[in-house]
């Protein structure tokens, strides 16, 4: 969208406040930063807008900003806000813009795709738990009737839109060849076993366009592209996806990447119980006669060296050794003891 204001004889600016469109004259966080996110869900929830700093109130007269604290501002602490009273979550960005020698700030959403956006909670007489925010012309209040009646009856109608647009598609397939992508406890059903994905990267997930299948040549059969970084549970027999770009890290690179010897990675795993989260690690068999290898995901790393960072490497390490210690020499005594059975 191109940056600019269309402004009358008097330097009045002609296009008012809307449903979509609010002037501030300068951002301000407290108390005001909520009231203009209060803004931004009713316009959310309308077909979205934008809030404009740097306009004079009331005449809406182009001054530009006075103060620096909108660039000052990361957007994590709005972004805090706005889950923090607010579900579910917006669409929603900053900007700085330069007209006519001037810097304007812009708080932009976009339609919300799940309607309606809630308080979550009471903030003073700003926000009240459970209200409905909508923006009308000029203005952001509670919802009425009508507007409340027409996004419920919407997100009826696209639900029941997905309802068929899912039934063609497993009629079209067949239903023995539909596996299911449960985005909401990260898993997807493949038969009788399951691919565990990491919550925090559903959203990085991308499927070739909706509804279309690349076949290969004289087989007919269709297939499914995922992108993303996953980090599963892998059915090793009937994957879908490479268990090798989702566990990359064999124990030696692992050691490597986190800078331990032989017995401290030993001890790590064993003090983490790594082999036993299927998020974090697999077993990939290579033939019959194969040990299988333990491959581990990018993430193991991450957590580990946090770990390290909020114990100590030191103290970390001295723990997992010790519980490492612990169980060798458990170990020990017990096959000692069931030899001495025999």
């Known amino acids: 969208m191109a940056f600019s204001f269309e402004t009358d004889s008097k330097g009045y600016i002609k296009k008012r406040e809307s449903f979509n469109l609010e002037y501030k004259q300068n951002f301000q966080l407290g108390d005001n930063l909520l009231k203009y996110i209060k803004t931004l869900v009713g316009m959310a929830n309308n077909k979205g807008g934008q809030i404009v700093f740097g306009i004079k109130d009331s005449l809406h007269i182009l001054l530009g900003m006075s103060n620096n604290k909108l660039s000052e501002t990361d957007p994590k602490v709005i972004d805090i806000k706005v889950r923090e009273y607010f579900s579910p979550d917006i669409r929603w960005q900053s900007a700085i813009q330069e007209f006519e020698g001037k810097k304007f700030?812009?708080?932009?959403?976009?339609?919300?795709?799940?309607?309606?956006?809630?308080?979550?909670?009471?903030?003073?007489?700003?926000?009240?738990?459970?209200?409905?925010?909508?923006?009308?012309?000029?203005?952001?209040?509670?919802?009425?009737?009508?507007?409340?009646?027409?996004?419920?009856?919407?997100?009826?109608?696209?639900?029941?839109?997905?309802?068929?647009?899912?039934?063609?598609?497993?009629?079209?397939?067949?239903?023995?060849?539909?596996?299911?992508?449960?985005?909401?406890?990260?898993?997807?059903?493949?038969?009788?076993?399951?691919?565990?994905?990491?919550?925090?990267?559903?959203?990085?997930?991308?499927?070739?366009?909706?509804?279309?299948?690349?076949?290969?040549?004289?087989?007919?059969?269709?297939?499914?592209?995922?992108?993303?970084?996953?980090?599963?549970?892998?059915?090793?027999?009937?994957?879908?996806?490479?268990?090798?770009?989702?566990?990359?890290?064999?124990?030696?690179?692992?050691?490597?990447?986190?800078?331990?010897?032989?017995?401290?990675?030993?001890?790590?795993?064993?003090?983490?119980?790594?082999?036993?989260?299927?998020?974090?690690?697999?077993?990939?068999?290579?033939g019959e006669k194969s040990n299988g290898i333990h491959k581990y995901s990018k993430s193991v790393v991450s957590v580990v060296q946090k770990l390290m960072e909020q114990r100590g490497k030191e103290a970390f390490l001295n723990e997992c050794t010790e519980k490492y210690k612990k169980y060798i020499r458990e170990t020990k005594e017990k096959n000692q003891r069931m030899r001495k059975r025999k």
């Open 105 to 286: 700030g812009v708080l932009s959403v976009e339609e919300a795709e799940e309607k309606p956006v809630v308080c979550k909670k009471n903030k003073d007489d700003i926000l009240r738990e459970g209200a409905i925010y909508y923006r009308y012309r000029g203005e952001t209040k509670e919802i009425e009737y009508p507007e409340l009646k027409k996004i419920l009856d919407k997100e009826r109608e696209k639900e029941r839109i997905l309802w068929i647009k899912h039934i063609e598609k497993i009629a079209m397939v067949g239903p023995q060849n539909i596996h299911l992508l449960d985005r909401y406890n990260g898993e997807i059903t493949y038969g009788d076993s399951k691919i565990l994905l990491d919550k925090s990267l559903i959203d990085q997930l991308k499927f070739i366009k909706e509804g279309h299948f690349t076949e290969k040549e004289g087989e007919g059969l269709p297939t499914l592209k995922l992108v993303g970084t996953i980090d599963g549970l892998v059915d090793v027999d009937n994957a879908i996806i490479d268990p090798n770009v989702a566990y990359p890290l064999t124990t030696g690179l692992l050691q490597k990447e986190l800078g331990l010897n032989q017995y401290e990675m030993q001890a790590v795993i064993y003090s983490l119980d790594l082999k036993s989260k299927p998020k974090r690690h697999t077993l990939i068999m290579q």
